[in-house]
């Protein structure tokens, strides 16, 4: 069974720009979730989409946005980067999501830098 | 917002030893998960432990949760190099996933060989 797949792995953007991150779940999950790492605020939770539907939303401005589509598939968008935006972007995926009680995968990370 | 705290920041022991971090955390939860890190890489689920339940083994790993205290135990036994990473607890609350998963700040184990 295949993990959680992220893409781009590694990606460089100038400020200003807009970055799109995709994620393709574990077959059969229909939760995903995306999380913002930094070495200053640590593991963030910024959205979770379930049935395609935006379910929870953590507190980061509105330039960060998300989408899941029909197949549970998931992208998440950044517009008009800044310097702080550099972080690695996780994707996770579960069953029906946190607090399910549903093992919560997640996958490599999209690591982001802002130039 | 970090609901989980884990203890120590960091950790280094000889390969062999066995390695023992905790993690508290603030709110009511519904279930506790640990995961382990790499440098660099995705987080690796580990062990998931329900409010309701108080200890749980998965190979050389160990986790008690003692929710009177709001704490959670991860042990590593006979540590492998391998084992050198950084491990999260991470917490649902109990009102609901508003806050998806809350993630503590980690702790960095060396198994120094």
């Known amino acids: 069974k295949a993990g959680v797949t992220q893409t781009p792995r590694y990606l460089i953007k100038t400020r200003g720009q807009q970055v799109t991150l995709s994620c393709s779940p574990i077959?059969?999950?229909?939760?995903v979730s995306w999380y913002q790492q930094t070495p200053g605020q640590g593991l963030q939770f910024l959205f979770e989409?379930?049935?395609?539907?935006?379910?929870n939303k953590g507190n980061f401005p509105g330039r960060f946005s998300g989408r899941q589509f029909s197949n549970s598939r998931s992208e998440m968008n950044v517009s008009t980067l800044e310097l702080g935006d550099s972080a690695l972007y996780l994707c996770a995926s579960s069953l029906a999501g946190a607090p399910s009680g549903n093992t919560i995968y997640f996958g490599e990370g999209s690591w982001l830098t802002v130039v | 917002s970090q609901q989980g705290e884990e203890d120590p920041q960091a950790l280094s022991i000889q390969e062999g030893e066995n390695a023992t971090m905790n993690c508290s955390y603030k709110t009511s939860i519904n279930n506790l998960q640990w995961y382990r890190q790499n440098s660099g890489r995705g987080l690796v689920h580990l062990i998931l432990?329900?409010?309701?339940?108080r200890e749980k083994h998965s190979g050389r790993l160990r986790v008690t949760l003692d929710t009177s205290k709001k704490s959670s135990s991860l042990l590593i036994t006979a540590s492998r190099a391998a084992d050198t990473a950084s491990y999260f607890c991470?917490?649902?609350?109990?009102?609901?996933?508003?806050?998806?998963?809350?993630f503590g700040k980690g702790t960095h184990l060396i198994i120094q060989p």
């Open positions: 077959s059969g999950h229909r939760s």
């Open positions: 991470a917490t649902d609350a109990l009102q609901g996933g508003a806050d998806g998963l809350t």
């Open positions: 432990i329900r409010s309701n339940e």
């Open positions: 989409y379930f049935s395609e539907t935006q379910r």
